[in-house]
């Protein structure tokens, strides 16, 4: 079985650790970092603003660039270095929702970390681009908590027509 791993700062460790305790026998695990393009756009968009003042700084777009591919490689490393076991780093730029769910064509396993309210249970606990993977994943996809799941208490109460 093929695992996808989709790993995000802040949260990857739980993703990782998910494959050792759920996947352990998986034939092939890849680990999944996406970077969202755009935000070195917007810093140079920001410093093209200066209305010639820009002219004695450089332009911050190319060093976020870098920066943000040395971060991933960092991050896809100390997630291999975790896993313990043979991986496939895989780095992909774009919208990251549909990234890793492209991603994730022909997989047997999406591993997903909440990434929404993390301190109860609900709905909420998915922000957007989890919700959407989750909602759009063309495999079975294990959903972790990051720090271990809040208790049933913090669960959100029944609408006023089910009670």
């Known amino acids: 079985m093929r695992v996808i791993v989709w790993l995000v700062e802040g949260t990857w460790p739980a993703c990782v650790d998910a494959v050792r305790t759920h996947a352990r026998d998986a034939s092939e695990v890849t680990l999944l970092h996406v970077t969202e393009p755009g935000t070195a756009g917007l810093a140079h968009g920001a410093f093209a603003g200066l209305l010639g003042r820009a002219g004695s700084e450089p332009d911050p777009e190319r060093r976020l660039v ?4 040395t971060s991933a490689a960092e991050l896809l490393d100390a997630a291999g270095a975790r896993l313990g076991r043979p991986c496939t780093r895989l780095e992909r730029t774009g919208r990251v929702e549909r990234e890793v769910v492209a991603a994730a064509e022909g997989a047997g396993l999406l591993i997903v970390a909440r990434d929404g309210d993390r301190s ?3 709905p909420h606990s998915l922000g957007r681009a989890a919700r959407f993977v989750v909602d759009h994943a063309p495999c079975p996809v294990l959903l972790v908590w990051p720090e271990g799941a809040p208790e049933l208490t913090t669960m959100p109460p ?6």
Do not use: D, F, S, V
């Open 66 to 69: 870098e920066l943000g591919g």
């Open 120 to 122: 109860r249970l609900g």
């Open 158 to 163: 029944p609408p006023p027509h089910h009670r």
